[in-house]
């Protein structure tokens, strides 16, 4: 007698015994008769393995698309989304545009007009914080915002160069003197130990600021911060 399978019928309305597969599966092109008959699934072109319900529902994949999402085979995952170890396409975490896996540390890119913009570390934060710069590139026609570290003489800054400091770090020395290692003192981006001649420091923002006009030295602003006599100011007692 003829075996079809489980997912077929025996038909002799023709006199001769064929076997008729069940929608969704057909007989494997190396079956010979008996219980492969009628055994594969008769799965839509793009997908490897189906689902027993529909033949469009992908169930697995196979180059040239490989990647599962949706219960469809891609060849990319779509934005937002990274490959697991299975093949399959899973969402990132909320705070990445781009990554290489779920967690918020697992971000490659962010989304530069995001609340989080400037990656740092394999995370996208509001901002770079101290002692780091957003380093700007275009990747892809995208704008891309890394965070770097800045100078070690910088707490903020614009670039990774010792002339590039927006700030510099505190010390309790700025009160009296520093040692040449200590560079608490912003001159010109530039963060030094002490400020030059004719400039004093900003007591608060610690910025080396020009001296009055008249002074050679000062301890402030104003001709009455004058430290030394010059030809131009009448030294005051």
């Known amino acids: ?34 219980d492969c008959t009628c055994s594969k699934q008769s799965c839509a072109s793009d997908c490897l393995t189906c689902s027993a319900t529909s ?67 394999g995370q996208c934060l509001l901002s770079c914080g101290d002692h780091f710069y957003a380093d700007e590139t275009l990747r892809d026609e995208t704008l891309s915002r890394e965070c770097q570290p800045c100078h070690a003489d910088c707490k903020t800054c614009a670039g990774p160069r010792a002339s590039e400091c927006l700030s510099c770090k505190p010390n309790v020395c700025s009160k009296s003197k520093c040692p040449t290692t200590i560079k608490p003192f912003l001159d010109h981006k530039t963060c030094m130990h002490e400020c030059p001649a004719g400039t004093y420091a900003d007591p608060i923002s610690r910025v080396c600021t020009s001296c009055h006009a008249g002074c050679q030295l000062c301890s402030g602003p104003g001709d009455k911060k004058c430290v030394d006599p010059t030809p131009d100011t009448n030294f005051l007692t």
């Open 1 to 34: 007698s003829l075996v079809c399978g489980t997912n077929g019928v025996c038909n002799d309305d023709t006199g001769t015994p064929v076997c008729v597969c069940n929608a969704g599966y057909e007989t494997p092109g190396d079956c010979e008769g008996g």
């Open 55 to 121: 033949n469009t529902t992908c169930l697995s994949c196979a180059e040239p698309l490989p990647l599962l999402h949706g219960g469809s085979c891609l060849a990319a995952c779509p934005a937002g989304m990274y490959e697991d170890k299975a093949g399959s396409c899973q969402a990132c975490h909320s705070t990445c545009q781009t990554c290489k896996g779920s967690a918020s540390t697992d971000c490659t890119t962010c989304d530069p007009v995001g609340v989080t913009g400037f990656l740092k570390g």
